[in-house]
């Protein structure tokens, strides 16, 4: 469903308000350990204290960060005496206060001051409106369906002249995981920056002629919310699973498509990766399937579709055996690193990171036959990891940004500069064919 305005009342006060702030982490703190060649010991110290970590289990000659709460510090550091470690957060409640110290967004004013800060949920869907009425004639706003809790998963499409629904069809989605907050701020950025340039900029009116974006900023609107009132670090839906006392599903590993492949996701419904009791059970999975399949029946079909999360700075590919994904995802980190010397590293997503089953691009890929379909990890490599500081917004959008590729647009974001290297190639393809 289209609608040309969304009533800003509908989702309570816009900026008015200052959002409760969760304090349990208060005290907590997170470390990096350099796991080397002491992975049972390492492995032995979360198991024993009960630890959680940020970028998945230990592994042997990598780094693990793990999130050490305020009673168990002193322990830890006994135990960890002999392992090489660097503090990430001194004081993670300390770091949340900081993060969350919102700056008040004046409705209307959809411009690059809302980068400067980040923001409540409400205003996030104020400022997309303010998007779209500020270039009514290149962009509406789109409902798709409702979350678990009846918030609508909303996004902004925009496009160029002539009928729109017709061209080849693009969709970046961000805040899958409710606190990866920097994916919400850098779709936003992509949409603002494209729509803000549309009228000076003759390459972005070219590729708003050839093709229609879809960009949903927060596809995770109960968990996202949630992380603003009371666990910042929240990451799946707020649904429940009968027979356990846990909450959510991790609507990446949901979708019905490879969902259950050992290795690439969790039963338990306690475990941040838990994929379901069955495959879509999560209402906001089948939304968003929904959306792509409509799409992938329609005469636009998919062109290209692109999966935000936080943290790591990887550019990844579904597979290794494609030549031209490796092609373009070497040519993206190649172009990001080229400016101020940024580093993301490309490569298929299971030996990258780790592997996934269930997710949106397996699904994006090989049932809604997207032509090509990527994930981002966007800032950072460890330094601060899912809390990343609002001074780190613009800087992930500016400093890697790449002016001659891309068609020379300027003032770029990551997501922007991903979506854009890998539009270029994909945009020259269908001119020679």
């Known amino acids: 469903m289209r609608l040309p305005l969304l009533a800003p009342f509908v989702f309570g006060l816009v900026s008015a308000l200052a959002l409760p ?14 796991v080397g060649d002491k992975l049972v010991e390492v492995e032995t110290l979360i198991q024993k204290l009960a630890l959680s970590t940020w970028n998945g289990g230990a592994k042997a000659h990598s780094e693990v960060d793990i ?10 550091d006994s135990e960890a005496a002999d392992l090489d470690s660097r503090i990430m957060h001194e004081n993670l409640g300390f770091s949340i206060a900081r993060e969350t110290d919102y700056q008040i967004y004046a409705i209307g004013s959809a411009n690059s001051t809302w980068f400067n800060s980040y923001h409540p949920y409400a205003d996030h869907i104020q400022f997309l409106n303010d998007l779209r009425n500020s270039y009514p ?16 998963i909303t996004g902004i499409h925009f496009y160029g002249t002539g009928l729109k629904d017709t061209k080849p069809a693009v969709v970046l989605h961000g805040t899958v995981h409710a606190r990866e907050w920097i994916t919400t701020m850098v779709t936003e950025y992509f949409a603002y920056s494209f729509l803000s340039g549309l009228a000076s900029n003759a390459d972005i009116r070219n590729l708003l002629n050839k093709y229609d974006f879809y960009i949903f900023p927060v596809v995770n609107p109960d968990g996202f919310v949630y992380t603003q009132t009371s666990d910042r670090l929240w990451r799946k839906n707020r649904q429940t699973t009968s027979g356990s006392s846990c909450l959510g599903h991790d609507i990446n590993r949901n979708w019905n498509y490879q969902w259950s492949t050992p290795g690439g996701s969790s039963a338990d419904p306690c475990a941040q990766d838990f994929r379901g009791r069955a495959p879509a059970d999560a209402p906001e999975t089948v939304v968003l399937a929904n959306f792509v399949n409509k799409l992938a029946t329609s005469a636009q079909k998919l062109k290209l579709f692109i999966d935000y999360h936080s943290y790591s700075q990887l550019f990844m590919t579904l597979t290794a055996n494609n030549a031209e994904y490796q ?15 940024t580093v993301f590293r490309a490569g298929p997503i299971c030996p990258t990171i780790y592997q996934v089953s269930g997710s ?25 990891g899912f809390v990343l500081p609002a001074s780190q917004i613009l800087p992930s959008g500016d400093r890697e940004s790449f002016k001659e590729m891309s068609f ?5 974001n990551a997501a922007v500069l991903n979506a854009h290297m890998v539009l270029r190639e994909v945009y020259v393809q269908d001119i020679e064919k």
């Open 408 to 412: 020379g647009i300027m003032n770029k």
């Open 67 to 76: 999130v050490v709460p305020a009673d168990k510090v002193a322990e830890f």
């Open 360 to 384: 949106s691009v397996d699904y994006v890929t090989d049932i809604a036959k997207a032509a090509y379909s990527f994930t981002s990890e966007l800032r950072d490599t460890g330094n601060y």
């Open 137 to 152: 004639t290149n962009s509406e706003i789109v409902q798709i369906g409702n979350s678990l809790q009846g918030r609508p």
């Open 327 to 341: 092609s373009l995802a070497r040519g993206v980190v190649a172009a990001i690193k080229a400016v101020y010397g």
């Open 21 to 34: 702030r969760a304090t349990k982490y208060d005290g907590y703190k997170v470390v990096r350990v350099e």
